[in-house]
């Protein structure tokens, strides 16, 4: 039996969301058991973890991430990536479909998921495509994909653009009772633009993405959920629309839920630089500061249920192709937890209590996962992080391969110091990675 206490780590009680003295013991992959007080447990032949006050947390989850591995290795592997999310905090992953081929075989899924148990140090829990190549033509073998380990269904990177297709991907996957994730925009009504309509269209005399090509997928697919009743997941919220639209369908008992970035969290398309960096370039792009603020505030009230980074690298030279024609997407993971802490939590209009449940918790009971909570009997998924020192947000330091973050320079707390996954410590700050 191996054993391992984590000591003197500052926990917030399940109960009050008061912080109080605790160690933990983690046995063989388990946590086994709690102990309270400045008083320290007997952790005879223990290995032991000396967190020094800072914060345990479960391990962060992701629920919308791209890994990039079959086909696109230069802008990310499974290994890679993991290994950026480990150093972010993240425990659990769920990686898109939209790969080089997608992941809309048996063997595709296999494949993440035999080179995520050797070369990943983070859980990875992937999607599959509602649609062969994520053409929006025909079905994939759900039943098939399902029983490979898929966890839900997607075409992230393009919405489905036929009605009738999406109301028939509902009730497989409602008969197979799976989830339907999806990535909304009505591609009539977008194309060629880069950024949003608003300020920094307008200005710059670009073409502009309209926040109803997202907001009428979500309304199309709220109706075609209450018709088929299928668990329906919204992906990367950007709106006021869609934000107004959810509400509706969560009073009305439609089985909806939703999730946000960080970035839509914080950032606006006026805080997009007149120098055109490709770095604020992402889908849904960057919205208005009025959708910014409905997206906060459907978050604080339940509309959206959980947090998400949509990590999406790609390589400097594609980046460097400028607004117009670089890819949309940027790097979350190792930003994620320290711009949410030091912008909402640190200024007060969050406590951190609700953002962890909003990043743990939440995701798992969306998606109906074992992880998330830091209960006796749990899997040991956990996490310390210092809220104390401050850092810069320095690309040259992270772990994935992509450095498309807009967030370079940002002075932040909240940075995580280790990562336990299934009782091994994967990463430390100290160590880095550990395989
Ligand atoms: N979010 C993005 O801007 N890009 C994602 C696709 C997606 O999430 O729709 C990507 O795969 O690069
Ligand atoms: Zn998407
Ligand atoms: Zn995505």
């Known amino acids: 039996m191996s054993t391992t206490w984590i000591i003197n780590a500052k926990k917030l009680s399940a109960d009050t969301g008061e912080a109080e003295i605790a160690h933990v013991r983690v046995d063989n992959g388990l946590i086994a058991e709690w102990h309270y ?35 696109f290795e230069y802008k990310e592997t499974i290994a890679s990536g993991t290994e950026s999310a480990a150093k972010g905090g993240f425990t659990v992953i769920a990686p898109m479909p939209n790969t080089r081929p997608v992941m809309d075989t048996p063997e595709t899924i296999n494949l993440v998921l035999d080179k995520a148990a050797t070369e990943g140090v983070v859980r990875v829990l992937p999607y599959a495509a509602i649609t062969k190549n994520e053409l929006g033509r025909d079905l994939t073998d759900f039943a098939a994909l399902k029983e490979a380990g898929a966890i839900g269904f997607t075409d ?27 990535h909304c925009e009505d591609d009539t009504l977008v194309v060629g633009a880069a950024v949003s309509e608003g300020a920094f269209s307008r200005k710059h005399g670009l073409k502009g993405i309209p926040n109803e090509s997202e907001a009428i997928h979500v309304g199309r697919d709220i109706l075609l959920s209450e018709a088929t009743g299928v668990h329906y997941h ?16 969560k009073s009305v008992g439609v089985k909806v839920t939703s999730e946000v970035c960080p970035h839509h969290l914080l950032l606006s398309d006026e805080h997009i630089p007149d120098s055109m960096d490709a770095n604020w370039k992402m889908n849904p792009p960057l919205r208005t500061p009025k959708d910014v603020e409905a997206c906060i505030q459907g978050l604080e009230d339940g509309t959206i249920d959980i947090i ?4 999406a ?34 200024t007060g209009r969050w406590s951190l209590d609700f953002l962890l449940r909003r990043m743990t918790s939440d995701p798992a009971r969306v998606f109906r996962l074992p992880y998330g909570t830091m209960e006796v009997g749990a899997p040991a998924d956990l996490i310390l992080i210092d809220l104390e020192n401050e850092r810069e947000v320095d690309p040259a ?38 395989r």
């Open 37 to 71: 007080g400045i008083e320290l447990p007997d952790t005879a032949g223990a290995k032991i973890i000396d967190a020094q006050g800072k914060l345990i947390s479960p391990g962060l989850i992701d629920m919308h991430v791209h890994l990039r591995e079959p086909g």
């Open 156 to 182: 992230d990177g393009v919405g489905v653009q036929n009605a009738q297709m999406m109301k028939d991907a509902m009730a497989l996957a409602k008969s197979l009772d799976m989830p339907i994730i999806a």
């Open 234 to 249: 919204i992906c990367h919220v950007s709106t006021e629309q869609s934000v107004r639209l959810i509400k509706l369908g």
């Open 308 to 311: 998400v980074t949509d990590h």
């Open 313 to 346: 690298p790609h390589s400097e030279e594609e980046k460097a192709r400028g607004m117009e024609r670089a890819p949309f997407g940027i790097v979350g993971f190792e930003t994620a937890f320290p711009l949410l802490y030091t912008k909402f939590v640190r």
């Open 397 to 434: 330091t992270f772990l994935t391969k992509g450095r498309n973050t807009p967030f370079t320079g940002w002075k932040l707390y909240g940075w995580p110091t280790l990562t336990m996954v299934n009782g091994k410590i994967v990463w430390t700050e100290e160590n880095g990675i550990n």
